[in-house]
């Protein structure tokens, strides 16, 4: 870990973003979380973890609205902490994922609208289990940093809170009540040209 | 923290321990506990491990929350990030040094209700070879039944905010700020788990 740090303000707008188009990047696998919230029985707040499989992003910091967002799970890399738990997301006894029908989850965006400096609505479809459903995160920009190479790196926090049994993620929804809350925590690195091409 | 008896009675469960005011052992259930540390990369993004595996020894009296005890101890094993690089460094020399210190404890030395389902919890951290004191905030967030045995359930929260160099993690300060909270979200019952 050894990037140079650009710290600044929290605002949108970049001195570095010379440029008035959108620019790729990815979220890094090792710096992203997707969690999935809610409240158990007791009113205990637990949650699963998502690994990043996948992203695609296209940002420009200038226009927001222009910028657009894909990002894919492996539902089989769920985990809790618990193997239990585990098992029954994953499992074959009574699994509530079923990854080995449904193999990923995916996010797209269909439309992003700046709300303040920082923040932002992201609107898209939402697919698990083969359903498919529109929601809305809400978005927040947390900081901001640079990378060796000059690449622009930003760390986004986005939540949706979601109606699980439209999802076919039923269980236990009359006793533990069906919202579950989806938080993605992501530092998104901008892919230069260069690293393009050797992917 | 009366509001447990209440909330007992009403949900009409029997809880021999609470009519003879004295502390009855908990269990956290494995199955529905996360103890997570959370801290925010310089990016100012949250982050977060968990520790998966723990062993716990919990006295609670409800009608004195005082006369309670907390003790936890973490095999640094458990250290869990979903990215597997990382937890091989946090076990390294660098940060948990797991080979010399295969355990992290805390133990409560005294606990004061501060509410209704609120109390702080102070006691002994130990990390490798550093104790020290941290205090958390406890909140009872439920209590219920296990639709299962029928047995009673309580949710707790525990939060404590600490200075990660304290205890020698101090790696990557303050690039990445020291800062880390540690959380604990338990269910507990009267049976040990099955």
């Not at chain 1, 809790?80 to 699994?95: A, F, K, M, V």
């Not at chain 1, 509530?96 to 920082?118: M, N, Q």
């Not at chain 1, 359903?131 to 930003?154: C, L, N, W």
């Not at chain 2, 104790?131 to 639709?147: I, Q």
Request: aromatic fraction near 8%.
């Amino acid at each position: 870990m050894t990037r140079t740090v650009l710290l600044a303000a929290a605002a949108m707008a970049l001195p570095l973003a010379a440029q008035a188009e959108p620019a790729a990047f990815k979220m890094d696998p090792s710096h992203s979380t997707i969690h999935a919230r809610w409240t158990h029985t007791a009113g205990t707040p637990l949650l699963i973890a998502f690994p990043v499989y996948e992203s695609e992003i296209s940002f420009d910091p200038d226009n927001i609205a222009d910028s657009s967002v894909t990002v894919t799970v492996e539902t089989a890399e769920a985990w809790t902490g618990s193997e239990l738990w585990d098992d029954h997301l994953t499992g074959d006894e009574r699994p509530l994922l079923r990854s080995a029908e449904y193999p990923t989850a995916t996010f797209t965006s269909t439309e992003i609208v700046p709300t303040g400096e920082d923040t932002a609505t992201m609107t898209g479809d939402l697919t698990i289990k083969d359903m498919t459903h529109p929601v809305s995160f809400d978005v927040e920009m947390k900081g901001q940093a640079q990378g060796r190479d000059g690449e622009r790196i930003y760390g986004f926090l986005a939540t949706t809170t979601v109606d699980r049994t439209q999802f076919g993620l039923d269980m236990a929804a009359d006793m533990m009540g069906s919202d579950l809350v989806i938080e993605i925590s992501s530092e998104i690195v901008e892919q230069l040209p260069e690293e393009a091409a050797a992917e | 923290m009366t509001r447990i008896a209440l909330l007992a009675a009403a949900a009409a469960v029997a809880l021999p321990a609470t009519a003879m005011a004295e502390a009855e052992q908990l269990y956290m259930d494995p199955s529905h506990t996360q103890i997570s540390a959370e801290w925010k990369h310089f990016s100012g993004l949250p982050l977060q491990i968990m520790f998966t595996q723990f062993d716990s020894t919990v006295m609670y009296d409800a009608e004195d929350v005082s006369n309670s005890s907390v003790e936890i101890t973490l095999p640094v094993e458990g250290i869990h990030s979903g990215v597997a690089p990382f937890d091989t460094h946090l076990k390294s020399p660098d940060f948990f040094e797991a080979e010399t210190y295969p355990t992290a404890t805390f133990t409560s030395t005294s606990i004061e209700s501060t509410g209704e389902d609120t109390a702080t919890m102070t006691g002994d951290l130990t990390i490798k070879d550093v104790t020290a004191p941290v205090t958390f905030d406890v909140t009872l967030v439920g209590a219920g039944e296990n639709p299962m045995s029928g047995a009673a359930l309580y949710g707790f929260t525990a939060t404590t905010t600490l200075d990660r160099t304290e205890w020698g993690l101090g790696m990557f300060a303050p690039a990445v700020p020291a800062e880390v909270t540690l959380m604990i979200a338990t269910e507990m019952g009267p049976n040990p788990p099955q």
